[in-house]
């Protein structure tokens, strides 16, 4: 994507939201000049029978079109360019590499509240100064308003001073003295932003903790970052679970802050985000900015504002704050790098664990990468010298690795999926007054309901997917869609009443171990039952408390939690990931149980870990067992390389959906054709077109065309070529199309 020239500029290039891939010209807003627009700046203009917000992305000295033909800026939005060259710099890279059209990019790194034509901060408030004239009226022309009077003194002292209504308030002054005074032209009047204290997204650390003593490898870990830091050095921290990663990320932070610079980190999800902000705020003195998709627009807005003008030494934040503007960059942190939700999976396909990477590049600012089960991309880069690896084998405060059992349920009788082993280990757990997890990674009670006489099963009527039964809400939903029905009482088919439910949820799970331990207390953390902004935090908390009981979920338990007094886990159903058509399956699966037996044994109490499973002989899962997920993942890249797969090839999707199932595949039939002749004789192989994993999702038929390459540079080249192919071609009414570099899923 070019640059436009800034000689002589005399027209403003405008990107707006939208999926053409092109800026749009405008000549300066009426009276005003070039200057008025600065790069990055918002504007509201004419588009089309709209007026839209668009940001100004260049300057040319002329345009394609005639002048005649160019509209003018409407008005600027706000005196400051929203987005600063940083940004706009890391803009282009995405819209480049990612081949997304420029506009959308940039209004993906600004809040939701600044997409729309508002001016102003995400807090205002009233306030008042002093006019010339009011300087200049005798200490004593209102004396028959001793009330207006005595404001007016009080302005009168800080003459260049702006003094809010709640300043007023404060100091026992009456907002109804300004307004009088405002009307006799003896105060100025004004609108100025402000951060209030108790605003959810800015909190004021308090410092209440010093530092912990690192160990020998923690001391260790971090001595190699304070060494590397500059030049956008990129750190891979690998650490088994409970190694004290975070105590190095803080100590890292420490010494940013010292620098006078600011910190980002990402965590994977919001349900993390309470527990990492809680020990921030209890180490530093700084404010703090937080962002996740519970915040309100209001709310984020202050954030990134905060952000923004160097009001914040740190930002914590999901996927999307990894775009947020710091005048002061000094290290970018990505815990559980590995895990899937930093992807965007719709619109622009990002991933934030590489934008960061990229943005610490570009920003000459430190990165730091960390783990107990890395991606294998990040691990073979480390391997490769292109990130420094930095190693944490042991656990910290003297907490051992728990003991991983495997339960062969083939033939055994279950409880309602429970072996009689996981029970009793669960019973000793409690009667030794600790607690323990069921993880099962599906929610809703079961995930088919079956007709015992004739076999007809409750189908998704807009997916290719069956239905959860959820037996507390009487519904049968989709989890990929979202549709949902009544629970029906008898067959659609043939009338029969027996109707069964088949397989585990976490809903089906809890009311078992409920009959199981009817004393005792049962926590189920799902999707369904965390809705609520304060649901998990409650739920949390009631963990903390370290009283016995059984905690069961999915991987919302799985990632980044340290309960002390959990002893025991028990996973169940973990057989489905290791044979997922997803080339990805089983390094997912790995990490995922990985990740949920970490949460055993964190205090000096030993954990156990049970996992059933009807593949006890699985070489990936005995591999795992034995010797650890370090050796592992090194067999699954022995076996990527042999495969030619991600990180030894590069890969993008071209995916496209439509209502009509034959427009899907045969749009890309069409640009595997018109690409044809410039593939030939090239590294990129095209595969396809195929049907997606799910061929047909809400209604709509979905297909994909791969591109894989042993280099990166051919396969970008083919990429830009499909755009233009695009461009020139005719696409089907109602068909959507989009480009997925790096691709993570469906493949």
């Known amino acids: 994507m070019s640059h436009p020239s800034t000689s002589n500029p005399a027209v403003v290039q405008v990107a707006i939201a939208s999926p053409l891939y092109r800026l749009f010209d405008y000549l300066p807003v009426a009276g005003g000049s070039i200057q008025c627009h600065p790069l990055g700046s918002r504007v509201l203009v004419p588009f089309g029978k709209r007026e839209v917000v668009g940001i100004v992305a260049g300057h040319q000295s002329q345009s394609a079109l005639a002048i005649a033909q160019l509209k003018c800026v409407i008005k600027p939005l706000g005196s400051r360019a929203a987005l600063e060259p940083p940004q706009l710099k890391l803009a282009h890279w995405l819209a480049d590499y990612y081949h997304h059209p420029l ?171 309470p527990q990492t902000i809680g020990r921030f705020v209890e180490r530093f003195d700084c404010k703090i900015a937080v962002f996740h998709s519970g915040l309100s627009d209001k709310e984020r807005l202050a954030a990134w504002q905060a952000s923004r003008d160097g009001e914040v030494g740190i930002i914590i934040g999901t996927r999307s704050a990894v775009f947020t503007p710091c005048p002061r960059p000094g290290l970018f942190i990505v815990d559980e790098e590995h895990d899937n939700s930093y992807k965007q999976q719709d619109g622009l396909h990002y991933s934030a664990r590489d934008v960061a990477v990229m943005r610490g590049h570009f920003e000459q600012a430190p990165v730091i990468l960390g783990s107990a089960t890395p991606s294998l991309e990040t691990l073979h880069n480390a391997q490769q010298k292109k990130y420094q690896y930095c190693v944490l084998t042991q656990r910290a405060g003297g907490a051992v690795m728990p003991s991983v059992t495997f339960i062969d349920i083939r033939k055994l009788p279950l409880h309602e999926g429970l072996s009689d082993t996981a029970i009793q280990a669960i019973a000793d757990t409690l009667q030794a007054g600790r607690q323990a997890m069921v993880f099962i990674n599906r929610r809703g009670f079961a995930p088919l309901l079956i007709c015992h006489d004739c076999g007809w099963y409750a189908n998704c009527n807009h997916c290719d997917a069956r239905l959860t039964l959820h037996q507390r809400a009487r519904r049968l939903r989709c989890h990929h869609c979202d549709f949902s029905t009544v629970i029906p009482s008898h067959c659609p088919r043939c009338q029969s009443a027996q109707l069964l439910n088949i397989g585990q949820g976490t809903e089906r799970s809890t009311e078992t171990l409920a009959r199981l331990f009817p004393s005792t207390e049962i926590l189920r953390i799902d999707r369904d039952t965390t809705r609520s902004k304060s649901s998990l935090d409650n739920s949390i908390q009631r963990i903390n408390e370290q009283r016995p009981l059984i905690m069961v979920g999915t991987q919302m338990l799985a990632k980044g939690h340290h309960f002390t007094a959990l002893d025991t886990v028990v996973m169940l159903d973990v057989d489905q990931g290791l044979y997922n058509p997803d080339f990805r399956g089983a390094e997912k699966t790995l990490q995922l149980m990985e990740q949920v037996a970490g949460r055993a044994g964190r205090s000096t109490q030993l954990g156990k870990v049970f996992i059933q499973t009807h593949l006890p002989d699985h070489p990936l899962v005995r591999t795992w067992a034995e010797h650890g997920f370090k050796r592992a993942s090194e067999d699954m890249l022995q076996e990527r390389h042999a495969l030619g797969l991600p990180p030894y090839t590069y890969m993008a999707l071209l995916r496209a959906d439509s209502r009509t199932p034959e427009h899907a595949t045969s749009f890309l039939h069409g640009i595997q054709r018109s690409l044809s002749a410039q593939i030939a004789g090239t590294h990129v192989q095209a595969i396809g077109p195929m049907p997606a994993l799910m061929e047909r999702r809400a209604g709509r038929h979905r297909a994909q065309l791969l591109f894989k390459s042993t280099h990166r540079k051919p396969l970008h080249s083919l990429l830009e070529a499909t755009l233009m192919s695009i461009a020139t071609g005719k696409t089907p009414s109602g068909l959507r199309w989009s480009i997925d570099v790096d691709p993570q899923e469906s493949v």
Not at 256 to 261: H, M, V, Y
Request: charged share 20%; net charge neutral; hydrophobic share 35%.
């Open 103 to 273: 506009g959308d990019v940039l209004f993906n790194m600004l809040p939701n509240a600044l997409r729309k034509p508002v001016i102003g901060g995400a807090y205002t408030e009233r306030c008042w100064q002093i006019s010339t004239h009011g300087q200049g009226l005798p200490a004593t022309a209102l004396a028959r308003a001793p009330k207006q009077q005595a404001l007016l003194n009080m302005l009168r002292s800080e003459p260049e001073r702006w003094t809010s209504d709640r300043e007023l308030l404060q100091s026992g002054h009456a907002q109804q003295a300004a307004l009088q005074l405002f009307k006799k032209e003896l105060l100025y009047q004004t609108q100025k932003e402000y951060l209030p204290h108790d605003c959810p997204s800015v909190l004021q650390g308090n410092k209440l903790r010093d530092p912990l003593t690192l160990n020998e490898e923690q001391a260790t870990v971090l001595a190699q970052i304070r060494a590397s830091q500059g030049q956008g050095a990129v750190s891979l921290i690998e650490g088994v679970t409970g190694s004290g990663k975070t105590e190095v990320y803080l100590q890292a932070i420490s010494d940013t802050l010292a620098q006078g610079k600011q910190a980002v980190v990402l965590v994977p999800e919001i349900g993390l985000t």
